[in-house]
């Protein structure tokens, strides 16, 4: 069965700083990995998703990595913002069509 | 998001009446599934749809039951809630970029 782990729980940087974000799962044999943004009382809104054969994918500041070999996932974000403050989830798939399994997320806040 | 709705955006019900949550995709998706999100236990999938009239439980199914009649709607049904269902709500679909999921619904079982 396939778990999902995100470490830290909470993350305060200040304005400018680059940090990394660290999700890890148990089952290699994933099809898909997608990193989702929360804020405060709303929906997920998806940031970016890895392919199994893919390594990484950027988005402007954002960066996902890949390695299905350690089981982990890191996404970097360069150059926080204040508005970059909000919940991060990993979440994996592992095949086509069934169920996405979530990390419980970290919470980010970048100070001004 | 787009594509996808969800209805109602908040209900709060009686314990023992059963409350029923609609998810509406406008994309023809096959897969269609429900999470509930709760603190300290993140998003658990309920139940999944993979095509009309074809459903399967999810992690956390006891007392849910779902339906999905057209390709277009799947509905949640709570039979008779409890305190313990009171939750945010999401539907999400899969797509070819990943999947994309609804605004939520807040239930809250008095």
């Known amino acids: 069965k396939q778990e999902v782990t995100q470490i830290p729980a909470a993350l305060s940087v200040p304005e400018g700083e680059n940090l990394v974000l660290n999700c890890s799962f148990t089952?290699?044999?994933?099809?898909?990995l997608q990193w989702f943004r929360q804020d405060p009382g709303k929906g997920l809104t998806s940031l970016l998703l890895?392919?199994?054969?893919?390594r990484e994918q950027t988005s402007g500041r954002l960066n996902a990595s890949l390695d299905k070999s350690s089981g982990r996932s890191t996404l970097y974000i360069a150059a926080s913002q204040p508005g970059d403050s909000a919940t991060y989830l990993c979440?994996?798939?592992?095949?086509?069509?069934?169920?996405?399994?979530f990390g419980k997320g970290t919470t980010l806040s970048v100070s001004s | 998001d787009a594509g996808i709705t969800q209805s109602p955006r908040h209900k709060v019900t009686e314990t023992g009446t059963p409350v029923t949550l609609r998810c509406h995709q406008t994309?023809?998706?096959?897969?269609m599934y429900w999470y509930r999100q709760d603190p300290g236990h993140g998003l658990r999938l309920i139940h999944y749809?993979?095509?009309?009239?074809?459903?399967d439980k999810g992690e956390v199914s006891d007392g849910y039951s779902v339906s999905r009649s057209k390709t277009e709607d799947f509905l949640l049904t709570l039979e008779s809630a409890t305190s313990s269902q009171t939750s945010v709500y999401f539907c999400?679909?899969?797509?070819?970029?990943?999947?994309?999921f609804g605004s939520g619904t807040r239930l809250t079982v008095v």
């Open positions: 999400a679909i899969s797509k070819e970029v990943g999947y994309t």
């Open positions: 749809s993979y095509g009309v009239k074809d459903t």
């Open positions: 979440a994996a798939v592992n095949q086509a069509g069934t169920a996405l399994i």
């Open positions: 994309e023809n998706h096959r897969y």
């Open positions: 890895i392919q199994s054969s893919q």
């Open positions: 089952d290699s044999a994933i099809y898909n």
